[in-house]
């Protein structure tokens, strides 16, 4: 059974920092494209950032400069750090995984196996 299980959200003040982890029991997880989405109370899932099997990285335009998504493979985990925070990254943050782009890296729908969330919150 395929298990994502994100860790290291929480409280923080603006402009602070959180690092969060995703620890994913797939196998040949080194094959697999690695995700992050975040859904905002009333607003829809989001793109965050994803990070290849070979290690391309891409981000959405509120957070480059400020996130940056990592993996280590031999714990297969992947990483989201998060500096800079703002209020409006306020979100239950996911992790995600895809063994291909089918409908392309910033698409929900390309992701197969997802975590359950963490909450994230930025006080002003």
């Known amino acids: 059974q395929v298990q994502l299980v994100e860790s290291g959200g929480g409280l923080v003040q603006a402009g602070g920092s959180l690092r969060l982890s995703c620890a994913a029991s797939l196998r040949s997880f080194s094959s697999y494209h690695m995700g992050w989405f975040r859904q905002a109370p009333g607003k829809e899932r989001e793109f965050v950032a994803t990070?290849?099997?070979?290690?391309?990285?891409y981000y959405a335009h509120s957070v480059k400069g400020r996130f940056t998504i990592s993996r280590d493979n031999t714990k297969n985990t992947v990483y989201l750090q998060m500096n800079s925070l703002k209020p409006e990254d306020t979100a239950v943050y996911y992790c995600?995984?895809?063994?291909?782009?089918?409908?392309?890296?910033?698409?929900?729908?390309?992701?197969?196996?997802w975590g359950q969330g963490t909450q994230v919150t930025v006080s002003s």
């Open positions: 995600a995984a895809a063994s291909t782009f089918d409908s392309g890296y910033a698409r929900s729908r390309s992701y197969g196996f």
């Open positions: 990070i290849t099997w070979n290690s391309n990285t």
